[in-house]
């Protein structure tokens, strides 16, 4: 899911449609305290922040909202967006646990490779590949067994050579 937080009906709004007719589930609230319940309820896997939630244009009401979403969950990737940005705003951001900055007005395409992007690498994160997974077990063996190459390649059901060639195939030597 994804949570919308701005101030500006007409951005949640407009930003909802882009998610909606992409297939995308999404939630979109305007202020602080409906952000921080929505993150404690509905445990976003992004959350598209506006930096200025009020009539401000220092951004520092995003980023403090930004340390808060980072606190209850440090998992959540967080947009930044702001038609205020600055380039210390932005690395600000990013130092707090943002994970990307968007300026308005956006590209609806570039907005929605952002995103693509950070589900991508975490359906990657979240699902190890059968290379990770044999891997793992091959070092586990060996820590298992003291780094017996013997015990380690009996432990694993395989010959040494095989276990050699895993060790090359992993650069675990």
């Known amino acids: 899911m994804i949570l919308i937080v701005d101030d500006d009906n007409a951005v949640r709004m407009s930003l909802g449609l882009m998610l909606k007719q992409s297939g995308m589930e999404w939630k979109a609230v305007g202020n602080e305290a409906d952000a921080l319940a929505a993150v404690r309820t509905h445990e976003p896997e992004i959350v598209i922040l506006d930096m200025n939630l009020t009539i401000g244009t220092t951004g520092r009401q995003g980023l403090e909202l930004l340390r808060k979403i980072k606190v209850l969950a440090p998992e959540c990737e967080v947009l930044l967006i702001s038609a ?78 095989a276990l050699y060639r895993r060790l090359e195939k992993y650069g675990l030597k």
């Not at 940005?85 to 952002?114: C, H, Q, R, Y």
């Not at 190459?149 to 050579?161: H, P, V, W, Y």
């Open 84 to 161: 205020w940005g600055t380039i210390p705003l932005a690395v600000e951001g990013m130092n707090l646990g943002a994970t990307d900055f968007i300026t308005k007005p956006w590209s609806n395409a570039d907005v929605m490779a952002k995103i693509n992007r950070i589900l991508e690498r975490r359906k990657k994160k979240s699902s190890p590949t059968l290379y990770d997974l044999e891997r793992e077990a091959v070092r586990e063996a060996l820590r298992k067994c003291h780094g017996s190459m013997s015990e380690a390649a009996k432990a694993l059901g395989i010959t040494r050579q």
